[in-house]
């Protein structure tokens, strides 16, 4: 017969996970442990944190690439408006000038609280633990 251990399987966040070690002593868990000690938890909360990021920039960005696509092409759509003129000064520029800086801005400005947020929800969950 084999000698085959029993393996308790629970949640981190549960009273159990947190007070049981690998042989039934009690033991404080750690996140911040798990993630200095690089263990396999450690890492599964590192890349759900890498994975939040990604989602984040990968909105951005596509706030961006419609932006920077979608002037061409409404300008392709649209001849008249690439040849029209406000003021002496074609309208392309003027949308350039008035209408796309503050679109990146604003990206920024969102991408950078979103990211901001993910690391301080991250963060408190190291420490909560």
């Known amino acids: 017969m084999s000698d ?6 629970a949640s981190p966040r549960t009273h159990r996970a947190r007070r049981l070690g690998d042989t039934g002593s009690e033991r ?8 200095d000690e690089q263990t396999e938890l450690g890492a599964v909360y590192v890349r759900t944190l890498i994975r939040a990021q990604l989602r984040a920039a990968l909105a ?3 706030v961006v690439a419609v932006v920077i696509i979608g002037l061409p092409l409404l ?3 649209l001849p008249a408006l690439g040849r029209s003129r406000m003021h002496g000064i074609p309208v392309s520029w003027l949308g350039l ?9 604003a990206a920024a400005a969102r991408h950078l609280r979103q990211a ?3 690391e301080r929800d991250f963060a408190r969950l190291v420490d909560r633990s």
């Open 60 to 62: 951005t960005l596509t």
């Open 116 to 118: 901001e947020r993910i």
């Open 97 to 105: 000038a008035l209408c796309i800086q503050p679109i990146w801005i």
């Open 75 to 77: 300008l392709v759509l």
């Open 28 to 35: 404080s868990w750690s996140l911040a442990h798990d993630l």
């Open 4 to 9: 085959q251990r029993r393996v308790v399987v």
